[in-house]
């Protein structure tokens, strides 16, 4: 069975955004999708965040797994992948994620030390890199660098802004052709 995990960002919530639009397209499709409440996403902490996507992912061995994460999600699944034991995940969908050390305190557990793009690669599977053009809260160059690292494929998404509801976006079109796409 194929399942869908969306990862929120920071101070995010499972509903917020276009994510309840993103379930009840696939809910048409018949692939169960569940938004994931992450721990303290006004104070995240990247071990606890890593540790809730590993209880969903870790408990579904025998399903096809597929991560989508938004902005802060980005970088907990990014974590998740560099420590999860073997490869479980299909493919990802990665929203306006950030990659770099930011000024941010609050979510620097997530961001301070380099990723290790080549075992994230090896546990990955299939990888779509979505971004806006005009993403002030995460510039564009994150995501081409990330897209870079992984290989993946980049979606450029004109005038997108931070790709979230306060940006306007309560579907999102481009997260759901490219599931469709890995889940090929």
Not at 29 to 37: K, N, R, S, V, W
């Given at each position: 069975m194929k399942k869908v995990f969306l990862i929120h960002g920071f101070e995010g919530s499972p509903n917020g955004g276009w994510r309840p639009w993103l379930m009840a397209e696939l809910d048409k499709?018949?692939?169960?999708?569940?938004?994931?409440?992450m721990p303290s996403p006004n104070k995240p902490e990247s071990k606890d965040w890593v540790k809730e996507i590993s209880r969903h992912v870790e408990s579904n061995t025998k399903d096809q797994v597929y991560l989508v994460g938004h902005s802060l999600g980005v970088p907990a699944i990014l974590r998740y992948l560099e420590k999860a034991p073997?490869?479980?995940?299909?493919?990802?969908?990665?929203?306006?994620?950030?990659?770099?050390k930011i000024t941010k305190k609050k979510v620097a557990s997530f961001l301070n030390t380099?990723?290790?793009?080549?075992?994230?690669?090896q546990k990955a599977g299939k990888v779509?890199?979505?971004?806006?053009?005009?993403?002030?809260?995460?510039?564009?160059?994150q995501g081409v660098f990330l897209a870079k690292e992984l290989d993946a494929e980049l979606v450029i998404v004109k005038n997108g802004g931070h790709l979230n509801g306060a940006a306007g976006?309560?579907?999102?079109?481009?997260?759901?052709?490219?599931l469709t796409k890995i889940m090929r």
């Open positions: 499709q018949g692939i169960y999708t569940c938004a994931l409440a073997g490869k479980q995940v299909r493919g990802v969908v990665l929203v306006s994620g950030p990659v770099f380099p990723f290790n793009f080549k075992t994230i690669k779509v890199v979505i971004h806006g053009d005009t993403d002030r809260s995460v510039p564009i160059e976006w309560n579907t999102l079109p481009h997260a759901l052709k490219a």
